[in-house]
C-alpha cells in the first residue's frame, strides 16, 4: 500500500538534544511538508519541499532543520534552540506543490522533552 | 488568504446525518474548499474538495452555497468511529505552503 510513514510513534529527548524524525513516502510524490501541532491547536507549517535538495522556511521554522536528499525521504531534525519542542509532528506530501490534488498525511510522531 | 470559521464542537446521533457548517466568507473565486478530519492522535484524512459545484464521494457529500461564502460537510450516516475533529480549508492557487488548519469541529457521535 502507498503511504506516508514516520517513525519512531513516540519519542523522548532530554533537554539540549538534538533529535531527528524520520519521513518516508511512496507516493512518488515531489512535494514534502512537515507540521507541528499543539494540544488542541490547530496544524502549522515548519518546513516544505517542492523538489528533491529543495526546501523552504515555513511559519514555524526556527530551531527546526530538514534536507531533501531523496524524494522519498524529509527528515526534519528538532535542535536544542527550539525553547518548546513537546508537540505532535506530522509528515505530509503532495503529488506537486501546485495542484488541487488532496495533501496526504503520516500518522504522526508525539515528541517529549524531559 | 480566506480565513474559515467554524463551530468548536457538534452533536450528532449514531445513524443520523451529520452536518459540519464552514463560513468562508472572504474566498476567492479560484480557491477550493477542502474538508480533512483527524482522529485523536492521528494524522490528518483527506474527506473531500470542491469549488463550485456539490461533491460527493463514498465518504460524504460538500454543499457549497451559490455565492461560495459558505459550505457543509455532510456524512450521511455518522458512527462512532466518525468521532473526530474535522477541518474546513480554503486553500489559495498555486502554493501547499497557504494550507491553513484551523481549530476545526469535534464532532461528537452519541449512541
Known amino acids: 500500500d502507498g503511504g506516508i510513514t514516520q517513525s519512531p510513534k513516540y519519542l523522548f529527548r532530554k533537554e539540549g538534544q538534538n533529535v531527528t524524525l524520520s519521513c518516508e513516502q511512496n507516493?512518488?510524490?515531489?512535494?514534502m511538508y512537515w507540521y507541528r501541532q499543539d494540544p488542541g491547536q490547530g496544524l502549522r507549517l515548519i518546513y516544505y519541499?517542492?523538489?528533491?535538495?529543495?526546501?523552504q522556511k515555513g511559519d514555524i521554522a526556527e530551531g527546526y532543520s530538514v534536507s531533501r536528499e531523496k524524494k522519498e525521504s524529509f527528515p526534519l531534525t528538532v535542535t536544542s534552540a527550539q525553547k518548546n519542542p513537546t508537540a505532535f509532528y506530522l509528515c505530509?506530501?503532495?503529488?506537486?506543490?501546485?495542484?488541487?490534488?488532496?495533501?496526504?498525511f503520516g500518522p504522526g510522531t508525539r515528541l517529549t522533552v524531559l | 488568504d480566506a480565513k474559515t470559521t467554524q463551530p468548536p464542537s457538534m452533536d450528532c446521533a449514531e445513524g443520523r446525518a451529520a452536518n459540519l457548517p464552514c463560513n468562508h466568507s472572504t474566498i476567492s473565486g479560484n480557491e477550493y474548499v477542502y474538508w480533512y478530519r483527524q482522529i485523536h492522535s492521528q494524522g490528518p484524512q483527506y474527506i473531500i474538495h470542491g469549488l463550485k459545484n456539490n461533491e460527493t464521494n463514498e465518504m460524504a457529500s460538500l454543499i457549497i452555497t451559490e455565492d461560495r461564502k459558505s459550505s457543509t460537510l455532510i456524512l450521511p450516516h455518522a458512527t462512532l468511529r466518525d468521532t473526530a475533529v474535522y477541518y474546513c480549508i480554503v486553500r489559495p492557487p498555486g502554493n501547499f505552503n497557504k494550507f491553513y488548519f484551523g481549530s476545526g469541529t469535534k464532532l461528537n457521535v452519541k449512541p
Open positions: 505530509a506530501s503532495t503529488a506537486d506543490f501546485s495542484s488541487y490534488n488532496e495533501q496526504f
Open positions: 519541499s517542492q523538489i528533491v535538495n529543495d526546501f
Open positions: 507516493l512518488n510524490h515531489d512535494a
